[in-house]
């Protein structure tokens, strides 16, 4: 099966389509990456015109997404922390990540997280809620930074 290319349409929600396709595919249906190392997206049989009732991972190619930025207005601010919520990884910019490191004591620093397989910078928390991953990827002027809500709440909330 050929490269599938998902074009973004929307911010927010963040929405992505394939033209080839006539249906609409949110990231958070992305499930891997093929063999090749290319991200994969599962989806239902029937939507590439096959039997219904199977799950198939197809290759696809998503562009790099939104780099939310510590300094924005109040309605993006908003905006980033839902995306932050939302149990997928969103980048964010260097101040972003320094916010969280430095607003509360992290609830943990420099740890192996297996629920998304990496090791991350530290993690931040505020009372009994679940716990949001930050790392950074990169040095220098390439860094770019991440963060991801892990199923894990606070122990020390």
């Not at 995306?83 to 943990?108: C, K, Q, R, T």
């Amino acid at each position: 099966m050929s490269q599938m290319i998902f074009e973004k349409i929307s911010d927010s929600p963040l929405l992505y389509r394939c033209p080839e396709w006539k249906w609409n595919a949110y990231p958070k249906d992305y499930k891997g990456t093929m063999q090749d190392g290319t991200p994969g997206l599962m989806v239902n049989s029937a939507r590439l015109g096959e039997p219904e009732g199977m799950s198939v991972l197809i290759p696809v190619q998503i562009e790099k997404g939104r780099v939310y930025k510590y300094d924005c207005p109040s309605n993006l601010w908003q905006e980033a922390i839902e995306a932050m919520n939302s149990g997928e990884a969103v980048e964010v910019d260097e101040e972003f990540y320094w916010y969280f490191l430095e607003v509360l004591p992290p609830i943990f620093m420099n740890k192996f997280v297996d629920e998304i397989k990496r090791r991350v910078d530290f993690g931040f928390a505020e009372g009994y809620d679940k716990v949001r991953a930050f790392w950074k990827e990169g040095g220098g002027e390439n860094a770019r930074y991440f963060c991801q809500r892990l199923n894990l709440m606070n122990p020390y909330g």
